[in-house]
C-alpha cells in the first residue's frame, strides 16, 4: 500500500510545482536573444561610429533605430517559433506567461533608451552594466515562475554588472564581458533548463558556478593578455630633444617634466552660448608624464614615474563634482567648475 500512496503523493506534488512554476523558457528563445545581443556588443566598434556618422544626435537616432530593429526582428522570430512549439505541445499562453513578457520588454525598452540618452546626457561607461541588469533581471523574474536556474543565472548576471562597474572596469573590457554574457552565456545556459525540476542546492551551485567561470573565462582572459602587451623598451626621449627633432619618426618615449604647460582648449556651445577658438585651460603638469608616439602622434599610451603604462584601450575616468554661476557686480557673469582626471580611476588621496 506504501507504494502506491507514495506515487500519488509524488504525483500531487509535482502537479503543484507545475501549477506554482507554469511558465516554461524554451530553449530557441535564450540562444536567438543571447546571438542577437552578443553580437550586437561585439560589433558596436564597427558600425555606425562617430567617423561613419560625424554628428551625434543623427548616430544616436540611428543607434536607436538599430536596437529597435534587432530587439523587434528577434522578438518577432522567438514569438513564431514559440507560438509553433507550443502549438505542437497543444499549450495556452497563460496569463503570468503574458504579464512576465511584458515586462521583459520594459526592462528592453528600458536599456534601449538608456542607450539612446547616453548620447546627450553622457555616462556611456555604465551601458553595458545596465543591460547586464536589465537581461539579468528579466531572467530571474521569468525564473520565479519557471526554472531555478534562471533565478540563479540572472542574480549571477545582475552581481556581474554592479561589479563590473564598482571595479572600474575599462569600457572594454565590460563589452566584452557583455558580449559574453548574451552571445556565449545565454545560449550555454540553454543546456541546463531542465523544466522546472527540483534540485538540491549543491547541484545548482555547480551549474552556477562552472556557468560563471565559462562565461567570464574569455573576456577577462583576453583582457588579461591585452594588459600586458605594453610597448618594447626604448629610449626615453626629453621633450626640448623632441621639439629639437628627435624622436619625431617611428616609435619613441617622449618625458614632459613636471611643471609642462599643457594648454586645452575647449569648446562650449549650445542655445545659450557659441564656441570661442580662443578658449584655452592653462593647465600645468603636477609630476613627469611619459607619452608613448608614434611618427610624432601621440598614441594615448603614458606612464607615470616609475609606474605601469596606462593604455589608450584603458579607460580614464573624468568627472566634473560640481559647477557654478556666479553674476558679480564687479566681475559680471561667470562660471566656475570643477575637472577631475584620475588615470587609476580612484580619487587621489
Known amino acids: 500500500m506504501a507504494d502506491p500512496i507514495s506515487r500519488q503523493l509524488d504525483s500531487i506534488q509535482s502537479m503543484l510545482i507545475r501549477g506554482q512554476r507554469n511558465l516554461r523558457m524554451e530553449r530557441h528563445s535564450l540562444v536567438l536573444w ?30 536607436l533605430l538599430l536596437i529597435g530593429a ?39 525598452g528600458i536599456g534601449a533608451l538608456f542607450t539612446f540618452g547616453t548620447f546627450f546626457f553622457g555616462g556611456a561607461y555604465m551601458l553595458c552594466t545596465v543591460w547586464l541588469v536589465m537581461i539579468g533581471l528579466s531572467l530571474y523574474v521569468h525564473g520565479l515562475f519557471s526554472e531555478e536556474v534562471l533565478e540563479w ?30 552571445g556565449l552565456g545565454l545560449p550555454l545556459l540553454s543546456l541546463l ?20 567561470a565559462v ?9 588579461r593578455i591585452a594588459a600586458a602587451q605594453v610597448p618594447p623598451p626604448m629610449p626615453t626621449v626629453a621633450l626640448a630633444d623632441f ?22 582648449r575647449v569648446e562650449v556651445s549650445g542655445d545659450l552660448f557659441r564656441p570661442d577658438p580662443t578658449t584655452v585651460l592653462p593647465l600645468i603638469l603636477d609630476q613627469p608624464v611619459e607619452l608613448l608616439l608614434h611618427d610624432g602622434v601621440p598614441t594615448g599610451d603614458l606612464r607615470l ?6 593604455l589608450a584601450r584603458e579607460t580614464r575616468w573624468i568627472s566634473i563634482p560640481w559647477l557654478r554661476a556666479h553674476l558679480d557686480p564687479a566681475r559680471g557673469p561667470w562660471v566656475e567648475s ?11 588621496p
Not at 621639439?243 to 586645452?264: H, N
Open 305 to 310: 614615474p616609475d609606474g605601469s603604462w596606462r
Open 193 to 212: 533548463l531542465d523544466h522546472g525540476r527540483q534540485r538540491s542546492f549543491a547541484l545548482r551551485l555547480g551549474q552556477a558556478a562552472g556557468w560563471t
Open 243 to 264: 621639439q629639437a627633432g628627435r624622436g619625431s619618426a617611428g616609435a619613441a618615449i617622449v618625458r614632459l617634466p613636471a611643471g609642462t604647460p599643457v594648454p586645452v
Open 153 to 182: 543565472a540572472g542574480g549571477i548576471i545582475i552581481a556581474i554588472g554592479v561589479a563590473g562597474l564598482a571595479a572600474q572596469l575599462p569600457f572594454e573590457t565590460m563589452k566584452w564581458i557583455a558580449a559574453a554574457v548574451f
Open 338 to 348: 570643477a575637472l577631475v582626471v584620475n588615470l587609476t580611476g580612484r580619487p587621489r
Open 70 to 108: 534587432i530587439l523587434g526582428g528577434t522578438g518577432y522570430a522567438d514569438w513564431q517559433l514559440t507560438r509553433r512549439v507550443k502549438a505542437a505541445r497543444d499549450e495556452t499562453w497563460s496569463f503570468i506567461h503574458r504579464q512576465v513578457l511584458k515586462l521583459q520588454w520594459l526592462l528592453m
Open 34 to 63: 543571447g546571438l542577437a545581443g552578443g553580437g550586437l556588443f561585439a560589433l558596436s566598434d564597427l558600425i555606425l561610429t562617430a567617423e561613419q556618422i560625424p554628428d551625434s544626435t543623427r548616430r544616436a537616432i540611428a543607434w
Open 215 to 223: 562565461v567570464l573565462a574569455a573576456p577577462l582572459g583576453a583582457h
